[in-house]
T-cell receptor, first 113, second 114 residues
Framework: DAGVTQSPTHLIKTRGQQVTLRCSPK?????VSWYQQALGQGPQFIFQ???????QRGNFPDRFSGHQFPNYSSELNVNALLLGDSALYLC????????????FGPGTRLTVT | KQEVTQIPAALSVPEGENLVLNCSFT??????LQWFRQDPGKGLTSLLL?????REQTSGRLNASLDKSSGRSTLYIAASQPGDSATYLC?????????????FGGGTRLMVKP
């Protein structure tokens, strides 16, 4: 059983560019959440998708947007990249039931120069 | 707004010691609390999940307790090994929330010396 997978592993972009990160949830999971983790800090919640809709959003600007596909996979898009967007981006999947455990992918390391 | 704090931020111990990592949260209205392990530059591995109605969970050498009323959780690691060296994160899921977002602490960086 494949766990949560993310692509690419690493990415280097220039300020002002746009980036798309991808996530495939653990088999059977229908909910995908995205987190940003700056170096030396805990992850910060960006948003969550369920049934192809954004269900919840953290305190991130509109430059951060996402999408969930019918197969439950998801994309995170970031426009007009800033140096401060450099971080590890983590995807987590779970069942819609609130009591269920979340499983995290290996992350995508984004560096903005 | 829920805030999660982990103390200490870093810890170095000799192999074989038993140790306790602390996690505190400001709002006791939580659905559950989860402990994770993170190796440098890697994703998060779930260690233990404690539902709000539970007091503790155990897995091998790990034991996590939850005192919801005081807003505290501890992760106990018995007979520590060098392979336990990693960052340990705790996260809570708010109870009155449409989704199941997690609020994380800043983590405790653990080094176990041979």
């Amino acid at each position: 059983d494949a766990g949560v997978t993310q692509s690419p592993t690493h990415l280097i972009k220039t300020r002002g560019q746009q980036v798309t990160l991808r996530c495939s949830p653990k088999s059977g999971h229908d909910t995908v959440s995205w987190y940003q983790q700056a170096l030396g800090q805990g992850p910060q919640f960006i948003f969550q998708y369920y049934e192809e809709e954004e269900r919840q959003r953290g305190n991130f600007p509109d430059r951060f947007s996402g999408h969930q596909f019918p197969n439950y996979s998801s994309e995170l898009n970031v426009n007009a990249l800033l140096l401060g967007d450099s971080a590890l981006y983590l995807c987590a999947s779970s069942y819609a039931d609130l009591g269920n455990e979340q499983y995290f992918g290996p992350g995508t390391r984004l560096t903005v120069t | 707004k829920q805030e999660v704090t982990q103390i200490p931020a870093a810890l170095s111990v000799p192999e074989g010691e038993n140790l306790v990592l602390n996690c505190s949260f400001t709002d006791s209205a939580i659905y559950n609390l989860q402990w994770f392990r993170q190796d440098p530059g890697k994703g998060l591995t779930s260690l233990l999940l404690i539902q709000s109605s539970q007091r503790e969970q155990t897995s091998g050498r790990l034991n996590a307790s939850l005192d919801k009323s005081s807003g505290r959780s501890t992760l106990y690691i018995a007979a520590s090994q060098p392979g336990d060296s990693a960052t340990y994160l705790c996260a809570v899921r708010p109870k009155y929330n449409a989704g199941n977002m997690l609020t994380f602490g800043g983590g405790t960086r653990l080094m176990v010396k041979p």
